[in-house]
Each structure stands twice: as structure tokens, then as C-alpha cells.
């Protein structure tokens, strides 16, 4: 196995060349098919495949384990000693992290030498932990508190002890909050940011009693990952800066729900208290998210509070809104569709990155049953609004066919047109792990940018990838590609937008069905669609795209569905224009009536993330003020314009899905497109962009992570990450070229 080893800042300690957990439960089962072992734990026989931690074989026992260094996602460190069990003929306690389950072994986890252990431990532990458990933030969810609780003693003997260790707090941002005074030091967080998340500053200095976790330059930690660190840490020594002294965890309603801030569909509980939410943090799901969460989708909760649409607006003569009760601002649609005389393709919706499922498939039931077929996203787009010929009626041309967990079988990567890390942070880590723990390449087309992991740069234009096709390109990229049993393309969804869009999508429909190709085969498709806009894949499933007609039709009557990314330019003066979305942004400062939707964590609601996959988002809050559920006010708007849609509750709303592609409502399964529809979609991909590519260099497709839509644009914590990570890094940029200069 290959190893990339990264030392931690001032730091001794390597922690990247260990092996997670789950890595070795993937080496014992793609090795040599290895018989399982059997060993004894508490008088119970358990067997486990072959490299598992002694730790997971007592838990598969039936046997709790207490730790806190110990994390199945990250390298075993071995350094906190919480885990200490008995091991016949072993002379003392064994950690059982650390430690590889053997065949016949007999296991003790309860005896009075495991509990006097655990006891000094704590004991150990406890000696320089600062009695602030009141007003800590990790108070009633502290591991330490429960621990101590469940296996320390009622007392101590370190009454000689004059002062207590103390240690300064240190700046990671505007997200971590820091009391080092209370760290353990089990190096969790410096393993998660070598490891998961790439920022490799954090690290430890000093020895023993003066150990300390930090950075060696004094920096804020800069991911996009980094608010994981405060679910990791086991004390209060990592705490959320912007959740600080707000709630209290016994206080909050836990609601399961999905995130729509990107397309991956990271799986999030959002905690609520009363009509507001109060934070929002990561459920489990290995095939989506694992247990990661970006930090735009941990903090941008605070932007559902400011700027909120929550009434509907009729704007006045005087171009200024006046607040409309509901059958008025309906009324005044319907009076705008007859004043402007608009039939047919006319008439145009516009869907926006927010717009839920069930929400699009009414709007688009609306829209043809007036006559019009002029559907578009608020993206400019010369594929992604393309009529079906373009190859949109096939799922394999715009989805993430390896799927998200296929990442780490893959063993040559070509990024092109796309960073993964701004356009999908949390699969970003997933390629990352691969590269750490694998042989993995990966190559890149497009804009340079800091991806967390290593790759050959073959251009920044479609005719580089054009020459890398072909077999022109020099490198080690290109030799590893060529002998690739599982190479995988991953295009970004910019390129949908990208003057040599269909150059790039054509090229590659035609290199990926060329005969020897290993890209696409039954056992494999590695022909990836990066999507980064959470309503994109549910926008092309149900065929919420122009026909031939309708895409050069001039629209007198412009209804924008939480559209704020729509091009002012492309809005006709005369038009009239209704905007329905939760916030006050772009798309209301365009309208002429402005109707008050309700936001994601405010409605149950269908997503369907880059891979294709159905999940069901729920509601953790009421809408505020007169603000209702998206489908709902396209349902009673299409009575006001005397259309008849067939369905009067959600229920029939998801019929109605079902009916369109029962993928939609088999929430939480992936359906994959069979080989042979995945060439026939290919096939139809192959005609388009024939024309020599114009050369025009491909640019990133999201300039600032932290403000990408209308939740993120009205968070404050957002605003303060953009000026803390992206403002200040041009402005520095800046000043080191004047200096150079």
C-alpha cells in the first residue's frame, strides 16, 4: 500500500501513515479472503473478520467499550487509555484500539482490574480539567461528563496539586470556539483535519504535562470541513463560536432531515426550539455523507432568520411593494397573465436551485396545461436548458453514476471543469480518503485550485482535454490512466454553462463508448456528472426542460420558482414577472408580485441529489408569517387561472411522481441506469459538439463556498467565514504580489 505521510505542525506525531478502522475491515475483506476469528469476550463467542480491533469484536459481543481517542473514521492513536480490557495471559490491561482481535482469545471487559484501570484513567484525566461543566456548551452530550459518571470514582487523590494546568485558547475561525483548558488531548481533531479534511496545520507541540494542540504558525483553521471537529472532540474544548449560549441540549426538538445547500444530499438532524432552529448537525449515512458535514451546511442555518419573505407583495406604480393578502396577490398574477396577453410558450418558468421536488412537478403540470413547454433553471445553460435531444431524458447523462462510496474504487481520476471541494466539500474527503489510503491519481482539467490532495494539472481548456483524449498528453497521469482497471471522469456541472459545453460533453460522450474503453462496461461506470444545485437532478427527472419551440419563444410572462440566480438581462422589460421563494433576494427585486414560500427546513419535501438518489427532507419548524409550502401555492394559483390540476393533498402529489418515475418516491434507495440505457444515452450525447473547441479557459464554478445561495447570502456566520477565508486570502494575495512587485 502506498503511503502519504503528513507531519503535523511542530509536531513529531504522524498520524497518516496508521490505518482507520474501516480500512482494515476493507483490507481483510479484499485481501486474501482470510477465514473470520473466533474469540471469546465476557463468555460469549463472536466471530469478526480478520484485522478487526479488539474494540469492535467486544462491541460486536454485546460489550460497550468507553473512549475517547478511538474514532472508526480516523487513525488509531492509542493515546488515551479509556479503553483498557483483560486479555488472558496478557501480564496488564490491553488497549483494545490499539490491539488486532486473535484467534482464541479470550476477552474481559467488566472484572476489577479493568475497573480500576478505567478508574486511574479518569482519574488522570480529571486531575487537570477545569470545574466549568455549568457553563461549558458540550454540558449534557459531554462524553467526559457521562464517562466519569458511568466509570470514575467519587473521589480524587491529587489534593496536592497547587494550580491546575492552564492553556491559551486559540483562533480557528469564525466557527470553532476554543477552551483549550479543557482538551484531553486525544488528538482527534488533529487526526480529522491530516486526514478527512487536508488542512495539515494542526498538530501538537510540547510533551507530557505541556502538550498542547495547535497551530505552529499561529492561523485560522481553513477548510470547509472544519466544524466537524466539534462533534469529534469528547469535551468542551471545541465548541460552536455561532451556537454558543443558546440552547441547551435537553431544550431542542431533534427533526431528520436533508441538506439542500449543494447536491450531495448530506443527511442532517436539524434542532429546533419553539419556531427556530437552533443548530444543525450530521446523521449517519455511509453511502452519502458518512458522518461529515460541510460547514456551510452546518452554519447557515442563522440566514432562515434575516430577509425573509413573509407576506405577498404587490409592487405599486410607484415601483415600491405593498403588502397583499393571498387571494389579492393571486388575483393580480392572474389580471398580469390576461393584461399581458401571453399563451403558450409565452408563458416561462424558472426554476431556482431551492425549488423542492414536489414543487416542480406541480409548476410543471401548470405550465402545460397552458400551452407552454418553455421550462428553464435559473443557471444559464446551453445543455443543462436543452430540449431532450441533448440527452437530459436519460439519468446517466447528468448523474453521478460510480455513485459517492464508488470513489473509493476507483484508481485514476479526470476532474474536468470542476473542484469538488467547493462544489461538494463533503465528497471532496471522500477522494481524498481514497488518494491517502490508495494508489489513486488524479488528474485535472480546468482552473488550478487547492483540492486537498495531489493531481496532475493537464490544462485549463477544452483543448487540453482534447489532446489528453487523444493520447498527446505527457505525465505519470496519463501512463496510470492508460493501464486504469477503474478510471472514472467526473465533469463538472459548470461546464453545462461553458461556451464549449457541448464541445467538452461531446468529446467525452464519444472517448467514454469508444470501443477499449474501460470508463463504461457492465461492472462499472465511471462516467460522472458533478451536480452542485440541490433541485438540478429532480429538475432534469421530470423533464423540466424546453422543447425545440419554446427555447427561442420570447416569454411575456416569467414565473421564477426560488429563482435568484436568473440573468436580469434575459427578463424582457415589458414582461410580468411573479417570484415565489423564501427570501427577498435577486429573483424578488425582479417581480412584479412576490409570493412567500417556505424553506427547506420549514417543509417536507422530496431531494434528489447527484446521484440520482430520492431522499425525503422533513420539517422541523412552522413557515413565518402568511409564508406557505411551494406546491401548495401553485396548486391554489392554478385554480385562480381556472386550471385543473388532479391532485389536492401531497399524497396525491406523489402519485403524481410516481407516475412520472417511481424513482422519485422510493426515498433512501438508488436506482442505477442499466449499461445498455447508458449507452444509448452516451449515443445520444456523442452527436452534439462537432465544432472545434474555442479554446475560452475554464473557470472555477463556485468563487465563494461560503455564499452560493439565498440561505448562505443572508447568514451572518457565512459573511463573517467570507471575509475571514475568502476576502482576506485576495486581500493577502494581493499584497504579496504588490510586495513582489
Not at 474469540?39 to 473512549?67: M, N
Amino acid at each position: 500500500m502506498k503511503r502519504r505521510v503528513s507531519r503535523c505542525a511542530g509536531s513529531v506525531h504522524v498520524f497518516s501513515f496508521l490505518l482507520t478502522s474501516s480500512d482494515r475491515r476493507n483490507i481483510a475483506s479484499t485481501s486474501a479472503r482470510q477465514a473470520d476469528i473466533t474469540l471469546t469476550v465476557d463468555g460469549k463467542q463472536v466471530t469478526v473478520p480478520q484485522g478487526s480491533a479488539l474494540i469492535q469484536a467486544c462491541e460486536a459481543a454485546g460489550s460497550p467499550i468507553p473512549r475517547f481517542c478511538y474514532h472508526d473514521r480516523l487513525a488509531i492513536a492509542g493515546n488515551c487509555r479509556m479503553c483498557l480490557v483483560e486479555v488472558a495471559r496478557s501480564p496488564k490491561p490491553v488497549a483494545s484500539c490499539a490491539a488486532p482481535a486473535m484467534q482464541g482469545q479470550v476477552v474481559f471487559t467488566n472484572t476489577p482490574l479493568v475497573h480500576e484501570a478505567r478508574e486511574g484513567v479518569m482519574e488522570f484525566l480529571l486531575a487537570n480539567h477545569p470545574l466549568d461543566c455549568p457553563i461549558c456548551d458540550q454540558g449534557g452530550e459531554c462524553d467526559l461528563q457521562d464517562q466519569s459518571i458511568r466509570y470514575g470514582s467519587d473521589r480524587t487523590r491529587f489534593h496536592e496539586i497547587a494550580g491546575k494546568r492552564a492553556v491559551s485558547n486559540k483562533d480557528l475561525g469564525p466557527i470553532v470556539k476554543t477552551s483549550m483548558n479543557r482538551c484531553i488531548q486525544c488528538t482527534r481533531c488533529v487526526r480529522f483535519a491530516n486526514e478527512v479534511a487536508g488542512v495539515e496545520d494542526l498538530g501538537t507541540t510540547g510533551r507530557g504535562n505541556d502538550l498542547e494542540i495547535g497551530m505552529y504558525v499561529e492561523k485560522m483553521m481553513n477548510s470547509e470541513l472544519s466544524g466537524n471537529v466539534i462533534d469529534l472532540c469528547p469535551v468542551g474544548a471545541l465548541t460552536s463560536k455561532p451556537y454558543a449560549f443558546h440552547a441547551r441540549p435537553w431544550e431542542l426538538k431533534n427533526t431528520e432531515s436533508i441538506d439542500v445547500l449543494d447536491a450531495v444530499g448530506s443527511n442532517i438532524r436539524v434542532d429546533s426550539r419553539g419556531v427556530q432552529v437552533m443548530r444543525v448537525q450530521p446523521r449517519t449515512n455511509d453511502d452519502v455523507n458518512e458522518e461529515w458535514i460541510s460547514d456551510k451546511t452546518r452554519y447557515a442555518y442563522d440566514g432562515l432568520r434575516f430577509q425573509r419573505l413573509t407576506t405577498p407583495l404587490i409592487k405599486g406604480p410607484d415601483n415600491r411593494f405593498v403588502a397583499a393578502s393571498w387571494p389579492d396577490a393571486l388575483t393580480a398574477i392572474a389580471d398580469g397573465l390576461n393584461r399581458t396577453g401571453a399563451a403558450g410558450n409565452e408563458i416561462k418558468a424558472v426554476a431556482g436551485h431551492l425549488a423542492d421536488t414536489e414543487s416542480l412537478v406541480v409548476l410543471k403540470d401548470l405550465m402545460n396545461r397552458l400551452g407552454s413547454d418553455n421550462l428553464a433553471s435559473d443557471l444559464s445553460s446551453s445543455y443543462g436548458n436543452a430540449p431532450p435531444m441533448y440527452g437530459v431524458d436519460i439519468r446517466s447523462n447528468y448523474s453521478f453514476n460510480s455513485t459517492i462510496p464508488g470513489i473509493e474504487d476507483a484508481d485514476a481520476i479526470l476532474l474536468v471543469g470542476t473542484n469538488p471541494r467547493h462544489e461538494a466539500a463533503v465528497l471532496n474527503s471522500r477522494i481524498r480518503k481514497s488518494w491517502l489510503h490508495s494508489e489513486l491519481v488524479v488528474g485535472m482539467v480546468g482552473a488550478r485550485a487547492d483540492t486537498t490532495y495531489g493531481y496532475e494539472h493537464l490544462g485549463d481548456d477544452a483543448k487540453a482535454l482534447e489532446k489528453f483524449l487523444a493520447g498527446k498528453t505527457k505525465g505519470e497521469f496519463t501512463e496510470r490512466w492508460a493501464k486504469a482497471e477503474r478510471p472514472m471522469i467526473i465533469l463538472g456541472s459548470m461546464m453545462a454553462e461553458h461556451a464549449d459545453g457541448e464541445s467538452v460533453l461531446g468529446m467525452l460522450a464519444r472517448y467514454v463508448s469508444a470501443s477499449g474503453s474501460r470508463v463504461m462496461r457492465e461492472d462499472w461506470n465511471g462516467f460522472n456528472v458533478l451536480q452542485r444545485v440541490a433541485s438540478r437532478p429532480a429538475l432534469y427527472e421530470i423533464g423540466f426542460v424546453p422543447s425545440r419551440a419554446a427555447s427561442s419563444a420570447t416569454p411575456k410572462f416569467i414565473y421564477l420558482l426560488n429563482a435568484d440566480e436568473v440573468d436580469p438581462a434575459s427578463i424582457p422589460a415589458n414582461a410580468f414577472v411573479v417570484y415565489q421563494g423564501h427570501h427577498g433576494d435577486r429573483g424578488a427585486a425582479l417581480a412584479d408580485v412576490c409570493l412567500p414560500g417556505a424553506a427547506y427546513t420549514e417543509k417536507s419535501a422530496t431531494w434528489v441529489n447527484t446521484e440520482g438518489r430520492s431522499q425525503l427532507g422533513r420539517a422541523a419548524v412552522p413557515p413565518p408569517g402568511a409564508a406557505r409550502e411551494d406546491w401548495k401555492i401553485v396548486r391554489a394559483l392554478a385554480d385562480v387561472l381556472g386550471v385543473c390540476l388532479p391532485y389536492e393533498d401531497v399524497v396525491g402529489v406523489r402519485d403524481r411522481m410516481w407516475a412520472i418515475s417511481p424513482a422519485l418516491v422510493r426515498w433512501d434507495g438508488l436506482e442505477r441506469t442499466s449499461f445498455e440505457f447508458a449507452k444509448v444515452g452516451l449515443k445520444s450525447l456523442s452527436g452534439i459538439g462537432q465544432k472545434t473547441p474555442s479554446g475560452e479557459k475554464i473557470g472555477p464554478a463556485v468563487s465563494n463556498f461560503y455564499q452560493t445561495d439565498v440561505v448562505s447570502r443572508a447568514s451572518v456566520t457565512m459573511a463573517q467565514c467570507t471575509r475571514a477565508f475568502v476576502t482576506g486570502e485576495k486581500e493577502s494575495g494581493k499584497a504579496a504580489v504588490e510586495m513582489h512587485a
